[in-house]
Every structure is written in C-alpha cells, then in structure tokens.
C-alpha cells in the first residue's frame, strides 16, 4: 500500500497524522474521540496541527487508513482510480520535504568539508555560505518545533 499524504510517519505501533482538518483545535478533538473509541488504537496524542496515534503493533496501516476514511471522506479525496496519491515528494523515495531538507545540508557540508580538504579556498569558501544560508533557512522554518 503506497502511504496517503495525511500519513507524515508510520512505524509499528505509532503513526503521525497531518491534515488540514487537524490544524483547529475542534478537528483534533473530533478525530481524536474517533480514534479513541477504537479497538487497537492505545493513545491519541494531540500536537501542533497533528495527531500522534499509538496503536497494536500488528495494525495494518491499510485497515487503519480505511477506517479512518469511512468516518472522515474529505481524508480520502486524496484517491485516484483506487490508488493513494502521495505527497509530492513521491519521485524522492516516499521521502518527506524535511527528510530530503536535511539530506541536501549534509551534503553541503560534505562538500564543504572535502573542499577545505583538497586546498580549494575560493570553493570552499562559496559552499561554506550555501550551507550556512541553507541552514538559516532551515532554521528559521522550522523555529516554532525548537
């Protein structure tokens, strides 16, 4: 089964779900009594447009998703031809936009070092400032988790 994009993360046991619907206070309760009154749902945790579901280990991620798709049918306007579309950053892997963010910094840090390495000063001097603005960037947006 391909992820839904309202799916940030799952591993066993835990999935963390982001939705337009979830960014009000109202939404997270009303999806959060849903999930509640669940046979393998363990714990709702409410956060900051989110909500992080600890459920059985052995939960299918399919059989979750269709569960809360039935309660919820605005989750599912996501279905094409009765496949999932993912997020759009499928063509990385399925990788999240912070998961390739970061993948990209520590690959200009490498660079930087390897330049300062070979003796390259000019290079390593310009990829130096493409890694601190990138990484201002990267800070200043995701300020509000710090």
């Known amino acids: 089964?391909?992820?839904?994009s309202y799916v940030a993360s799952a591993i066993d046991g835990r999935i963390r779900l982001r939705?337009?619907?979830l960014k009000s206070r109202e939404g997270r309760e009303e999806v959060r009594?849903?999930?509640?009154?669940?046979?393998k749902i363990r714990?709702?945790?409410?956060?900051?447009g989110s909500l992080l579901v600890y459920?059985?280990?052995?939960?299918?991620?399919s059989t979750f998703c269709n569960t809360l798709e039935k309660e919820f049918p605005e989750w599912g306007a996501g279905k094409d031809d009765g496949k999932l579309v993912l997020s759009k950053f499928d063509f990385f892997g399925?990788?999240?936009a912070r998961k390739v963010e970061l993948r990209f910094l520590m690959g200009i840090f490498a660079l930087?070092?390897?330049?300062?390495?070979?003796?390259s000063d000019r290079a390593h001097v310009g990829i130096s400032i493409l890694a601190a603005v990138?990484?201002?960037?990267?800070?200043?947006t995701r300020r509000t988790a710090l």
């Open 134 to 140: 990138f990484t201002l960037r990267h800070v200043w």
């Open 33 to 39: 009594a849903f999930l509640k009154k669940q046979k």
């Open 43 to 48: 714990d709702v945790v409410p956060g900051s």
């Open 94 to 96: 399925g990788l999240s």
């Open 112 to 119: 930087a070092a390897l330049l300062g390495f070979t003796g």
């Open 1 to 4: 089964m391909m992820t839904p």
């Open 19 to 21: 939705h337009p619907h």
């Open 55 to 61: 459920l059985d280990p052995d939960t299918k991620l």
